[in-house]
């Protein structure tokens, strides 16, 4: 596709409670981004992949966050055991390349909100 | 600790007039610095970067200019138009990793 499509467009989860957050990343582009936002406040990188590979994982919560991107599939960000604090727009992005002025196209994020 | 700072939350320029987003930061390591705007419910998109190599880089209406040595860089906008009302963030990435270090945004007003 030509944009970078994130679904479920809101989350709501009972605490305790799984999420699972999809991305398709725009077809041809070989890394992926997620980020975190909170409260409208600067995005926290968690985690980007070169196509499935993970390519730095340094932002993710060791404990109950992980991501996927496997082939001919969207990729994906799990949250088992979801807490208050999780609440957060999700943002997911690609890029054709890997580098400082290569632009990162945005998806429009996911709304996860954990009650 | 914060390593990209906007000081100013909100910004209100009018109509045909220059807007001035400024933006912070404290890693020396930084090798590029990128500007995005977003609109409320959408991504953010990008619209100008700058190498930490350069001083100033310029894109029709779009101007980034930086000053390594007060660590400080700037966007102008000229002239403002209704359609730049949007949040402006302000991110650094080294090229050790291209991890994108964000800044907390400054919403633009661009008022008619």
């Known amino acids: 596709g030509e944009e970078v499509a994130q679904t479920p467009k809101h989350l709501v989860r009972g605490e305790g409670q799984k999420a699972k957050l999809y991305c398709a990343p725009i077809k041809g582009h070989s890394y992926v981004f997620w980020y975190q936002q909170v409260l409208k406040n600067e995005f926290k990188f968690l985690i980007s992949f070169q196509n499935e590979n993970v390519f730095d994982e340094t932002g993710m919560p060791k404990e109950r966050f992980s991501a996927k991107c496997l082939p001919n599939s969207p990729c994906s960000l799990e949250i088992q055991a979801t807490k208050l604090e999780d609440s957060a727009v999700y943002f997911c992005?690609?890029?054709?390349?890997?580098?400082?002025?290569?632009?990162?196209?945005f998806g429009q994020g996911t709304r996860l909100t954990v009650v | 600790d914060q390593q990209v700072k906007q000081n100013s939350p909100s910004l209100s320029v009018q109509e045909g007039r220059i807007s001035i987003l400024n933006c912070d930061y404290t890693n020396s390591m930084f090798d590029y610095f990128l500007w995005y705007k977003k609109y409320p419910a959408e991504g953010p998109t990008f619209l100008i970067s700058i190498s930490s190599i350069k001083d100033k880089n310029e894109d029709g209406r779009f101007t980034v200019f930086l000053n390594k040595s007060a660590k400080h860089l700037s966007l102008h906008i000229v002239p403002s138009q209704p359609g730049d009302s949007a949040v402006y963030f302000c991110a650094a990435t080294p090229e050790s990793n291209y991890q994108l270090i964000w800044g907390a945004g400054t919403k633009l007003i661009i008022k008619p």
């Open positions: 992005a690609s890029s054709q390349w890997l580098g400082g002025n290569t632009e990162a196209f």
